[in-house]
């Protein structure tokens, strides 16, 4: 599945890591210990903003040379877990491997159960390195150590999978409510102790495209009903989240007059974004939903980079945006010229590229932000439109003072550095 | 294994990189996996840069750990052919130098001619050198690799060296040197690394002298310049009034030039001016402590006690390397100098000491803040609110100045008890909810609350902050979800449902009422 393009030589992305950032958010009582380098600490102290709140519930297991060299993984960890332990009373700790511990095949997911024995707090193993998944796979590593734990049911229940916030979940509870459906169960919660039952009969729903993993080990595990559709961003891929899923207890409920309400309550920014052309860099994995729903909104697509691209999952999102061209993990250099040709009005992209890309003249929206803001769902679909719409009305009103005020937006390159004081 | 939450320090590939990359026409290449190139995204995010950061990642995969070669060369031909810069920089992160991967064999096989620009392995360590040692090894390597014979200017000339992209304030610092050298007649050589391409780095050797912004930065590589060309560097650190007059007295002696330019150089400071005026005369005997880099903490110390009439209590530096330098430049201030890069230590001392007001890192800022002390900013690491837009350096007159408004500024508004109420951990984010009490909550100011115990258990459900108007009722489901919403929009969301809920007839607010008006509505 992971199959190195040819065509690759840099990619932007975060590490793996990163989701730690709105797990640790969602499940209050966690505790993510990371086993890895001083880069890895560096990273989270960085991407995650400890600087301002220096208590925070994660934590690196800095290696040094002893570890390097071959000692005991479980003596190594052990204290460090017990004063996790003695000083933040998790509910449950997640024992994170990084790339370090893969090279040296360190077995840090063989620790979790002696320090669960030790210590009376549950511990999930989970894989966080940054070798070749996309940043937000870190939530499936999560996710898939969570499922692991799940109590067995022979029901037909249903578990959504994947970090929502509050609202988000209500509407799924209030829609499967309406619909007759049993009491959604979700994965994660605010407490990570909080695990639904999931069985064969289990109709596991995933809401974020980057769960490939969770769900083929639910589906390997527990042999649950996989849930296979488009997810549910935009009106219409709500409708057919919310359709596929009453289907699967044998109902035929119709969205369609929900959909078309949904619309309507986005019109505004619709109107902006309609005939408007779009391209996505590569990085959150969420960019064949997202160009699937603006493409529904009435913009044209014109290239989608991707960091994976899993057949099956993704083949409803790919089905729904025939004609377009996919990059699955693209070079950057590549990227570049291809936006060079296309010049689409509108660029989603890292934080790496995107002032690079101002700076060329492209107007931007960074990409980072649609993975924390409440965008699933009709209930999130003004936001999500909203997000996109706001990056062109910003645009062109920013655009119009330039032309008025005859100013140029002169971006700072590396030769304003080598300029004598200006001040 | 160490349990580590934050550092002063970045890794040393970090520093390779920041030197590296500041560099005109150099271009580093990282042998790391992906996420390690995260100081991409903070020089792209910080500097502002309207350009794809000079730093690239060959990255590690899975495909790596299964045996594959690195395919180093791809990516330097790749960034050659495209970017033509005059010099390739390799290094690695901690993870890649585990792997021992044999990076010097894969580029020799390299044809000759097959990339135009040199390149030169970074000999930084990446487990046994930091942030600091990295970059000031690097800095120097890169300068000698170039450096040739030269003859002296004809006139009187300077180097500076320290400036860097991902510097604290150094653009600004840089100004204001300049600023000055420019009223002095003097001639500035060379500035490295920042904007240094290697034609600059070829004529190093014709400065008169040598000027440090950073002394932990540029140690080594002043002290080879000395060697080599017999170039002196100035020990004196400028900072604050009367220092940088010093300092630049001293230079106008080494360079055996009039001093009497300086009084012109001098013609905008204002610091020893305000340290008479009433104003300032509250700040006699308070105390005071002094925390960062070695060259910032001991400058500013100086400054808080010669020029302003401060009692510095502790001076202290993370960068451990340098802390008998500081010992020295500070013997005449306290004997209270502190060596540690675990910020605990030092949150714990400025608890202990409770200065009136504390200088330091970002760090010391959150740490003073949870003790109820006022705290000023003036030491890396640097964070996103030290790349101000407009002019605030920290050195030279002009810095002189900037100390003063930031002391100022630090000591009249003590605003910190405030902003920790309002964005402390309990009301950040997405799911910003029912935090457990006494769990991540900040310690308040006055000391001596009672926490409330039982760490772990959600806060009991509170009643809404605004009373629910009149007729409308909300049911028990409703508020919970409106406690949800992040509290900084919160008020205008209930406003917005209660408006729709009037609009709709509605009597009872539960949680549809809230998901449509959301929608309908907006908020």
């Known amino acids: 599945m992971f199959d190195s393009c040819a065509e690759t030589i840099e990619r932007d992305d975060f590490c793996s890591l990163a989701p730690i950032g709105w797990l640790h958010h969602k499940m209050q009582d966690s505790f993510f210990l990371v086993v890895g380098t001083h880069s890895c600490q560096g990273f989270l102290q960085t991407a995650l903003g400890v600087m301002i709140f220096a208590k925070p519930r994660f934590a690196t297991a800095v290696l040094d040379e002893d570890d390097l060299s071959g000692r005991d993984v479980l003596e190594a960890v052990q204290p ?21 511990p893969e090279i040296l095949k360190m077995n840090v997911a063989g620790c979790a159960k002696p320090l669960e024995a030790l210590t009376g707090v549950r511990v999930y193993p989970c894989r966080l390195d940054g070798f070749d998944p996309a940043y937000t796979q870190g939530e499936d590593h999560v996710l898939q150590a969570m499922i692991g734990r799940c109590p067995p049911t022979d029901d037909k229940n249903i578990v959504i999978l994947g970090c929502l916030s509050a609202i988000e979940e209500a509407e799924i509870r209030l829609e499967c409510a309406a619909m007759g459906l049993p009491v959604p169960a979700f994965l994660p919660n605010e407490s990570a102790l909080d695990l639904p039952p999931v ?46 899923l009453a289907a699967a207890f044998g109902k035929a409920v119709s969205y369609a007059e929900r959909e078309r309400a949904a619309w309507a309550a986005c019109l505004r920014d619709v109107a902006v974004l309609r005939g408007r052309s779009v391209s996505f860099c590569s990085d959150t994995m969420l960019e064949l939903s997202l160009a699937r729903t603006l493409r529904a909104a009435g913009m044209h697509v014109k290239a989608v980079g991707t960091p994976n691209v899993y057949r099956k999952f993704h083949g409803p999102e790919r089905a729904r945006l025939e004609g377009v061209e996919i990059f699955e993990r693209p070079d950057r250099f590549a990227m570049f010229a291809r936006l060079s040709a296309d010049r689409p009005d509108l660029v989603v992209a890292n934080l790496n590229i995107a002032n690079a890309l101002e700076g060329l003249g492209f107007n931007v929206k960074w990409s980072t932000e649609l993975t924390f803001q409440p965008i699933h769902g009709f209930n999130g679909a003004p936001s999500l439109f909203g997000l996109f719409a706001a990056s062109i009305r910003r645009h062109d009103a920013l655009g119009r003072t330039r032309e008025r005020s005859q100013t140029a937006a002169t971006p700072i390159d590396l030769t304003f550095f080598r300029e004598p004081a200006r001040a | 294994m160490k349990l580590a939450l934050w550092s002063y320090q970045a890794p040393a590939h970090i520093g390779v990189c920041k030197a590296a990359a500041s560099f005109a026409n150099i271009h580093a290449v990282l042998r790391a996996p992906k996420g390690d190139g995260y100081g991409t995204i903070m020089l792209a995010m910080f500097e502002r840069l309207g350009v794809v950061p000079p730093i690239s990642v060959c990255a590690m995969s899975e495909a790596t750990l299964a ?30 130098a585990v792997l021992q991967e044999p990076l010097d064999g894969e580029i020799g096989m390299l044809a000759p001619g097959d990339i135009k620009a040199e390149i030169f392995m970074a000999s930084a360590h990446p487990v046994r050198d930091n942030e ?81 912004t950073a002394y932990e930065l540029t140690a080594p590589v002043t002290a080879y310049l000395h060697e080599r060309f017999g170039t002196p560097t100035l020990d004196a650190l400028p900072f604050g009034e009367a220092g940088t007059t010093v300092f630049l007295r001293e230079l106008c002696a080494l360079l055996e030039i009039p001093s009497a330019r300086i009084a012109h150089a001098a013609r905008d400071a204002k610091l020893l001016w305000y340290a008479r005026t009433v104003d300032a005369h509250a700040l006699s005997g308070k105390r005071v402590g002094a925390f960062g880099t070695p060259t910032t903490a001991a400058g500013i110390a100086r400054v808080l006690r010669d020029e302003l009439d401060m009692h ?30 675990d910020f605990r230590t030092v949150a714990k001392l400025i608890d202990e000491t409770r200065p009136d007001i504390m200088f330091g890192s970002q760090m010391e800022r959150h740490s003073a803040s949870t003790a109820g002390v006022p705290c000023a900013v003036i030491s890396p690491p640097a964070h996103i609110l030290n790349f101000p837009l407009g002019y605030a350096p920290f050195v030279g007159y002009d810095g002189a100045n900037h100390i003063g408004d930031v002391v100022n500024q630090t000591q009249v508004l003590g605003l910190e008890h405030h902003l920790i109420e309002t964005f402390g951990p309990r009301n950040q984010g997405r799911f910003a909810e029912a ?37 409308l009722r909300w049911d028990p489901a409703a508020e919970r979800l409106v406690s949800r919403i992040p509290f900084f929009v919160r008020k205008k969301a209930r406003t917005n449902i209660e408006k729709y809920a009037r609009e709709n007839a509605i009597a009872t607010v539960d949680e549809r009422t809230v998901l449509a008006a959301r929608e309908q509505v907006g908020g």
């Open chain 1, 199 to 244: 069985g064969p009969a289990t109709v596991l729903a995933p809401v974020h495209p980057y769960l490939y993993g969770s769900v083929s080990y639910a589906l390997r595990e527990r042999g649950c009903a996989i849930h296979q559709t488009v997810f549910p961003y935009g009106p219409d891929g709500t409708r057919a989240f919310f359709e596929t």
């Open chain 1, 80 to 100: 460090l877990v017990e004063a996790v332990v003695a000083e933040h009373h998790p509910g449950a700790i997640f024992l994170g491997s990084t790339c370090t």
């Open chain 2, 435 to 471: 935090m457990p009490e006494g769990h991540d909550a900040p310690r308040p100011a006055a000391a001596a609350a009672p926490q409330p115990p039982a760490a772990g258990r959600p806060r009991p459900q509170q009643p809404a902050a605004i009373p629910a108007a009149g007729d």
């Open chain 2, 67 to 96: 045996g594959a070669a690195a395919n180093i060369p791809a990516v330097l031909r790749e960034i050659d052919a495209r970017l033509h810069p005059e010099m390739l920089v390799v290094t690695r992160s901690a993870t890649a």
């Open chain 2, 132 to 212: 600091t040692s990295a970059f000031a090894l690097t800095l120097k390597e890169i300068v000698a690799h170039f450096a040739q014979e030269v003859e002296r200017t004809p006139r009187p000339s300077v180097n500076i060296f320290g400036p860097s992209l991902l510097g604290f304030h150094d653009h600004a610092n840089l100004a204001s040197l300049r600023r000055m050298l420019a009223a002095l007649d003097i001639e500035v050589n060379l500035v490295a690394p920042l904007g240094a391409a290697p034609a600059d780095l070829r004529h190093a050797g014709r400065a008169w002298a040598n000027l440090s």
């Open chain 2, 312 to 341: 510095v209590e502790f001076v202290g530096t993370y960068v451990l390397a340098y802390g008998e330098w500081l010992r020295r430049q500070v013997a005449d201030l306290t004997a209270n100098v502190v060596l540690t890069d």
